[in-house]
C-alpha cells in the first residue's frame, strides 16, 4: 500500500490525531484526497462521486490551518478538533464559491450567493471541501441514477447502484474519495446508501441540524446530517454541524448533547434493545435478515436485553410519505422557474410569455422522476383532495408518532436492518417508482416522525456479498443513544470481521484500471 | 378514490406550471394511477379523532427581532438572473389575465 | 377596451339592493421584512433592500418578524376582533413572476385576528356597523413595471421587469363581512370605511398609511339583488383601489355597471375588476377559473403562533387613544361647533388640520386654511385634499405674513396656487410676482376720498354710527387698488377720515 492509501484510509478521528501530533499536515491529507479523487471518480467506469472538485479553495484551507499549527500559540490551541480534516458536502447544500446543482440540470452553473449554516459551520472548523457529491435530482430518489448529471457507481460493485439520494456522499466515503460528508434525509436519503455501501450515515433529530441552506425538498421531514466510516466519526462530525440556529424556524433550541463523548463511551449492559416486528422478516433479503439476527446476537452477548415491539401503523407510513413528501415538494420546486436564477428555456413556438417559458423551462429543467413528484404533489393537495390525501397522510403522522412513543417505553432504542436488499444493479428499479420507493420502507418511520436513527455497516449477504446496513432510531432528542449504541456493535463487528468492513472491498483503482484495459 | 386520468394529468401539469407532450400526459397518467392507488390506505388509516402533525417536534413562538440584517447589492441579486435591465429581473411579456 | 353600459345611479337604487364587502390590505411599517431581515423600506434602487430569502433562493428559510406579529394584534384589537390564541401561516400556490417563491406566505384558515366590527360614521352624523371577518398576516409581492407596448400597461407590453424590494413586506388584510342595508349611502360607506381603517393603523403607528405609496390598497367587491331578496347577487372584486375618492367612485360605478347587466337579463360575471382613476370606471379582469386552485397547505418551514392573554393585554395596554375618542377630544381642543368639525372630518382634513397646528397654526387659521382654501382645489384637482401636496408649514408662513400685514388674503391664496405650482416658497413667490399690499397711505387715502364722494349716503351712515355699512367703501378701494391694499388698514383710514371711533 502507497503512503497515499495509508492515510486515506485512516478514520477522521484518526487524521484528527495525526494533524494535531503534527505527524502529517493538512496538505498532505487534503492532496491525498484529492489525488484519490482523479484516481477513481472520473472516467467511464468511475465511481462518479463527485459533481465538483474544490480543488484549489480546500487545498487554501488546509494550508491555512497548517500555518495556524506551525505558528503555535493562542489560535493554534483554539482550532477545532476536526481543523484541516477534509469533507465533501452533497450537492444540495448551497456553498459559496462552488456551483450547487442539486443534481438537476434546472440549477446547472448556479452558484450560491451565501452558505448554507451547516457550511458556515465547517469554515468557521476550518474543514477543506473537497467538493460537492452527487445524488438524485433534488435528493428524489433511492439509487442516485435520477442525477441529471449520470449515476454515481457502488465502490463495492462498479454495477451497482449507491443507494439514493446521498448516494454520492456515501460512495465518495466508502471509495477513500473523502473521510467525511455530508448528506440529506428525507426519507432515508443517508443511512440507505450508508447501508448498501458499506458506511455509516446518522439521520439527526429533526430540528437539531439547521436546514438553512439545504435545497428543500419535503421540509417536515428534511434533515442533514454526516457521512463516516466510523460511528465516532459521525459523531464528530454531528457535533460540528449540530445545534441552534435562528435562521431556521423549526431549529430546536436545545443544547446539543455530547455525542462524541457517547460514541467513545459505547455501553449497552442493562439496555433494552427493541426489535420491530415490522421492519424485518417478509420481504427482507435472506442475507439482510442473516446479519440483522447476527447483530442481536452480539447485543445480548454484550449485556442488551432484546425486547421485540409492535409498530402496527407503520404500515401507513410508505403511503403517507408519498403524499405528505411530493405535496411539500411541489411547493417548495415551484420557485425554479426561469425569472430569477437557474435555466431558462424559451418556447419553441410562438407566442412568448411568462407563463410558457416557466412551462419550458420547468419541462426541459426537470427530470422524470421530479415531474412525478411534483404531479402527485399538486394532485393531493388540490381542490377537494387536501383531506383524503395531504390531510389523511398528517393524521398518519400522528398515529406513528404513537407507536414510536409506544415502542419506546418498552425498549431504550430500536433496531432494524436499514433497508430491505443489498445494492442493486444499475438501471434494475429505473422504470418502476413502486419498486424503487420500497427501499425507503425501513428508513421511513423516523422521517415522519422525527426521530433520530442511525445505519451502521452489519456484514455482507451471504447471497451476493454485498454491505448489509444495521438500523438503530432512538427518541427524539436522544440522538446520544446512537452513538452508545452504534459504537458498541461497531467494535463487536468489526473484532469479528478483523477489521473495517470497507479492508474487504475490492481495491478500486485497480479494478477501474482493469475495466477501462478491457 | 377517483382515478387519475389523463386531463387530470394536464389540469395539474397547468396548475404546476410544466409543458407535457401528450404523451408524456399518458405515461404519467398511468404511473401516478398506480402510485395513487398504493397510498390510498392512507385515507382510512385514522379516525377523525386522530389530529394531524405538521411539525414532527412541536414548536410555537419561534420569532426574530426586528433588526435589519444583511443585504444583497442588485449586482449580487441579479448574479444568477437568466435575463436583466437596469439593476431588475426581465422577463417576458405577462399574459394579461383578460 | 369596450364600455359597458350602465344605469343612472338613481335608478340603480331603485331597483336593486347593494352588498359590499371590502379586502383592505395594510403594509406594516416594521424596520424589516415579514420573514427576513432585509430593510422594508419603500423607493431605494430596485433589488437592494433584497437577500436570499426575499428573493426565494434554493435553501432558505422564513422567520417570523416578531414586531410584524405585535403590530397584526394591535390592529385585530383597535378592529374589535379576538385574538387567536393559536394561529398559523399557510402557503398560497400560485406562479407569477412578482412572488419569488411562487407561493404566497398567507395565513389561512387560522388568522390572527377574527370577528371584529368598525363603527363608522357618515356625513349627517349617522353611525353604521361594518362587521370584520378577519384580519391576517401575510406578506406582499415585488412590484413588476411593464415595458415597450402601450405606455406601462400589461396589455401589449414587450417584457416587465422585476423588482423585489417590496417582496416580502408585511401586510395585513383585513376583511369584512357582506355589509348590507347601506343602500345608497353604498358608495360614502365604502369611502368612509376605508377611510376608518386608514385612520385606526395611522393612530396605531404601525403603517405609513399613505395610499399614495399603496400603504393602503383597497380591494371592492359589490354585488346587487332586487330589494327584499335575501341571497346575495354574484359580485364583482375590483382591486387595488388605491385613494378614498377612488373607493367612493369605484362602488358607485360598480353598482350602476351591475344593475345594468342585471337589466339587461344577462347574469353578472364573477370576476375581477380593474379600476382606471382617468376613465373613472372599471374594466373586466380575470373570471374565477380552476387555476384558482392555491393548494393551500400549512407552511412546514413555520411553527405555529400562540398569542398568550397576557401578550394580548400587555399589547392591549399600549394602544392609543381610539378614533373616536381622539375625535372629540380634538373637536373640544379646537373648539369648532359639531357642524364645523364634521364638515372636517367629512373633507377628510382632520389629520391635517391637527398637523397645521402643530406646526404652530392656531385651531381657527388651520381649519380657514384647508376648508377654506384647500378642499375647494382638491377638489377641481379630484384628489384627496391630504394628498395636493400643501406641508403644514406653508399654511403657517402663509398666515404669519397676512397677520404682519405683508400680504392680504386674498394674495395668500395667489401665493398657495404658486407653491403648489412648484414656483417656490412664499417668500420667494411673494418677491417673484411682485406680491405686497400697498403700504403707502397716500394713494390709498386718494382711493377712499373717491369711494367716500362717490356714496354720500353710505359716508353718513358710517358717521351716525351705522359701522356695519364700512363693508361697501372698503369694497370699492379694494377694487380701485385691485385687491393690492391691506383691507385691516383700508378700514383704520376710512374710520379716521369720517371722525369715527373704531
Ligand atoms: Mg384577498
Ligand atoms: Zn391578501
Not at chain 1, 123 to 136: E, F, H, S, V
Not at chain 1, 438 to 446: C, G, H, K, Q, R
Not at chain 3, 260 to 287: C, F, K
Not at chain 3, 480 to 486: E, H, L, P, S, V
Amino acid at each position: 500500500m502507497t503512503e497515499n492509501n495509508v492515510l486515506i484510509r485512516l478514520s477522521a478521528a484518526a487524521l484528527a490525531e495525526k494533524l494535531a501530533a503534527g505527524e502529517v499536515t493538512s496538505v498532505e491529507v487534503t492532496q491525498a484526497y484529492l489525488d484519490r479523487i482523479a484516481a477513481v471518480d472520473g472516467g467511464p467506469r468511475g465511481v462518479h462521486a463527485f459533481l465538483h472538485v474544490n480543488t484549489e479553495e480546500a487545498l487554501a484551507v488546509a494550508a491555512e490551518v497548517d500555518a495556524i499549527r506551525a505558528a503555535g500559540g493562542a489560535a493554534a490551541e483554539e482550532l477545532h478538533e476536526l481543523a484541516g480534516v477534509p469533507i465533501a458536502v452533497k450537492d444540495l447544500i448551497v456553498t459559496v464559491g462552488q456551483p450547487t446543482t442539486a443534481g438537476s440540470k434546472i440549477l446547472e452553473g448556479w452558484h450560491s450567493p451565501y452558505d448554507a449554516t451547516v457550511v458556515k459551520r465547517l469554515r468557521d472548523a476550518k474543514m477543506p471541501i473537497l467538493g460537492k457529491t452527487n445524488l438524485d435530482e433534488f435528493a428524489m430518489g433511492s439509487s442516485t441514477e435520477h442525477s441529471a448529471y449520470g449515476p454515481t457507481r457502488n465502490p463495492w460493485d462498479l454495477d451497482r447502484i449507491p443507494g439514493g439520494s446521498g448516494g454520492g456522499s456515501a460512495a465518495a466515503v466508502a471509495a477513500f474519495e473523502a473521510p467525511l460528508a455530508l448528506g440529506t434525509d428525507t426519507g432515508g436519503s443517508i443511512r440507505q446508501p450508508g447501508a448498501v455501501t458499506g458506511t455509516v450515515g446518522v439521520k439527526p433529530t429533526y430540528g437539531s441540524v439547521s436546514r438553512y441552506g439545504a435545497i428543500a425538498m419535503a421540509s417536515s421531514l428534511d434533515q442533514i446530517g454526516p457521512v463516516s466510516r466510523t460511528v465516532l466519526d459521525s459523531a464528530l462530525l454531528h457535533q460540528v454541524i449540530g445545534g441552534h440556529d435562528p435562521h431556521d424556524s423549526t431549529s430546536l433550541p436545545d443544547p446539543l448533547e455530547d455525542l462524541v463523548a457517547a460514541a467513545r463511551t459505547g455501553n449497552v449492559d442493562g439496555m433494552k434493545i427493541g426489535i420491530i416486528k415490522e421492519l424485518h422478516g417478509e420481504g427482507y433479503q435472506a442475507g439482510v435478515e442473516n446479519r440483522f439476527n447476527e447483530s442481536l446476537e452480539l447485543l445480548k452477548q454484550a449485556g442488551a436485553e432484546i425486547v421485540e415491539v409492535s409498530c402496527p401503523n407503520f404500515k401507513y407510513a410508505l403511503g403517507a410519505y408519498y403524499l405528505i413528501m411530493p405535496s411539500e415538494a411541489s411547493s417548495n420546486l415551484a420557485k425554479f422557474d426561469g425569472v430569477r436564477y437557474g435555466l431558462r428555456v424559451l418556447p419553441k413556438d410562438a407566442p412568448l410569455t411568462i407563463e410558457r417559458v416557466m412551462g419550458a423551462t420547468r419541462a426541459a429543467g426537470f427530470g422524470d422522476e421530479v415531474k412525478r413528484r411534483i404531479i402527485l404533489g399538486t394532485y393531493a393537495l388540490s381542490a377537494g383532495y387536501y383531506d383524503a390525501y395531504y390531510g389523511s397522510a398528517q393524521k398518519v403522522r400522528t398515529l406513528i408518532q404513537r407507536d414510536f412513543e409506544a415502542a419506546f417505553a418498552q425498549a431504550d432504542v430500536l433496531i432494524s436492518p436499514t433497508a430491505p436488499t443489498t445494492a442493486f444493479k444499475l438501471g434494475e428499479k429505473l422504470n418502476d417508482p413502486l419498486a424503487m420507493y420500497l427501499n425507503d420502507v425501513a428508513t421511513i418511520p423516523a422521517n415522519m416522525a422525527g426521530v433520530p436513527g442511525l445505519s451502521l455497516p452489519g456484514g455482507l449477504a451471504d447471497e451476493d456479498g454485498l454491505p448489509v446496513g444495521i438500523q438503530l432510531l432512538a427518541p427524539a432528542r436522544q440522538d446520544a443513544r446512537l452513538y452508545r449504541v452504534g459504537a458498541v456493535l461497531e467494535s463487536l463487528l468489526e473484532a469479528q470481521w478483523g477489521g473495517p468492513l470497507l479492508d474487504r472491498a475490492p481495491e478500486l483503482a485497480a479494478s477501474i484500471e482493469t475495466q477501462e484495459a478491457k | 378514490m377517483a382515478a387519475i386520468n389523463r386531463d387530470d394529468v394536464a389540469h395539474l401539469a397547468r396548475l404546476a406550471h410544466i409543458e407535457m407532450s401528450a404523451e408524456e400526459l399518458d405515461r404519467m397518467a398511468g404511473e401516478l394511477a398506480v402510485i395513487v392507488d398504493s397510498v390510498k390506505s392512507v385515507s382510512e388509516a385514522a379516525g377523525d379523532d386522530v389530529p394531524a402533525t405538521s411539525h414532527p417536534i412541536p414548536l410555537t413562538n419561534v420569532f426574530r427581532e426586528d433588526v435589519v440584517g444583511h443585504t444583497f447589492t442588485a449586482e449580487q441579486s441579479l448574479s444568477g438572473a437568466p435575463d436583466a435591465y437596469e439593476g431588475r429581473f426581465k422577463v417576458p411579456a405577462i399574459l394579461d389575465e383578460d | 377596451m369596450s364600455t359597458d353600459a350602465t344605469l343612472s345611479f338613481e335608478e340603480a337604487m331603485e331597483k336593486y339592493d347593494p352588498v359590499l364587502g371590502f379586502e383592505v390590505h395594510v403594509e406594516l411599517n416594521t424596520k424589516t421584512k415579514m420573514f427576513s431581515s432585509a430593510p422594508n423600506v419603500f423607493g431605494d434602487e430596485p433589488n437592494t433592500n433584497v437577500n436570499e430569502v426575499d428573493l426565494g433562493m434554493p435553501g432558505v428559510l422564513p422567520v417570523v418578524n416578531k414586531t410584524a406579529i405585535e403590530s397584526s394584534i394591535k390592529i385585530g384589537l383597535a378592529l374589535n376582533c379576538k385574538i387567536a390564541e393559536t394561529c398559523r401561516f399557510a402557503r398560497k400556490n400560485y406562479f407569477y413572476p412578482d412572488t419569488p417563491k411562487n407561493f404566497q406566505t398567507s395565513q389561512y384558515d387560522e388568522p390572527i385576528a377574527y370577528d371584529g366590527y368598525l363603527d363608522i360614521e357618515l356625513s349627517d352624523g349617522t353611525v353604521f356597523r361594518v362587521e370584520i371577518e378577519r384580519a391576517h398576516m401575510e406578506e406582499d409581492a415585488g412590484k413588476l413595471t411593464h415595458m415597450g407596448g402601450s405606455a406601462g400597461r400589461i396589455q401589449g407590453a414587450d417584457y416587465s421587469l422585476v423588482d423585489y424590494n417590496r417582496s416580502g413586506v408585511p401586510l395585513v388584510e383585513i376583511v369584512t363581512k357582506p355589509i348590507q342595508g347601506a343602500g345608497s349611502r353604498a358608495p360614502e360607506l365604502a369611502k368612509a370605511y376605508v377611510a376608518a381603517v386608514r385612520e385606526i393603523v395611522k393612530n396605531l403607528g404601525v403603517s405609513d398609511a399613505k395610499m399614495e405609496r399603496g400603504n393602503v390598497r383597497c380591494d371592492a367587491n359589490v354585488s346587487l339583488r332586487p330589494h327584499g331578496r335575501e341571497r346575495f347577487g354574484i359580485r364583482s372584486e375590483t382591486k387595488n383601489v388605491n385613494s378614498l375618492r377612488a373607493v367612493e367612485h369605484a362602488v358607485r360605478y360598480e353598482i350602476q355597471r351591475h344593475a345594468a347587466v342585471l337589466d339587461s337579463g344577462e347574469p353578472v360575471i364573477q370576476e375581477t375588476r380593474h379600476w382606471h382613476e382617468d376613465t373613472r370606471s372599471t374594466t373586466s379582469g380575470r373570471a374565477k377559473s380552476d387555476a384558482d386552485d392555491y393548494r393551500y397547505f400549512p407552511e412546514p418551514d413555520l411553527v405555529p403562533i400562540v398569542a398568550s392573554r397576557e401578550w394580548v393585554e400587555e399589547l392591549r395596554a399600549t394602544l392609543p387613544e381610539p378614533p373616536a375618542e381622539r375625535r372629540k377630544r380634538l373637536q373640544a381642543d379646537w373648539g369648532y361647533s359639531d357642524l364645523e368639525f364634521r364638515d372636517v372630518v367629512n373633507a377628510g382634513v382632520m389629520d391635517e388640520i391637527e398637523e397645521t397646528i402643530a406646526a404652530g397654526a392656531t385651531a381657527t387659521v388651520a381649519r380657514k386654511w384647508w376648508m377654506g382654501e384647500i378642499v375647494g382645489r382638491a377638489k377641481n384637482a379630484d384628489v384627496d385634499p391630504g394628498q395636493l401636496g400643501v406641508k403644514p408649514e406653508t399654511i403657517v408662513e402663509l398666515n404669519k405674513m397676512v397677520e404682519a400685514g405683508k400680504i392680504n388674503n386674498k394674495m395668500a391664496a395667489e401665493v398657495l396656487d404658486g407653491v403648489l405650482a412648484g414656483e417656490g416658497t412664499p417668500a420667494e413667490i411673494v418677491e417673484k410676482r411682485g406680491l405686497a399690499v400697498v403700504s403707502d397711505d397716500g394713494p390709498l387715502l386718494e382711493a377712499i376720498d373717491a369711494a367716500l364722494a362717490a356714496q354720500p349716503g353710505v359716508a353718513d351712515k358710517i358717521r351716525g354710527g351705522k359701522l356695519q355699512a364700512i363693508g361697501a367703501i372698503v369694497g370699492a378701494v379694494m377694487k380701485a387698488t385691485r385687491g393690492q391694499a391691506d383691507a385691516g388698514r383700508v378700514k383704520e383710514l376710512i374710520l379716521e377720515r369720517l371722525g369715527v371711533e373704531g
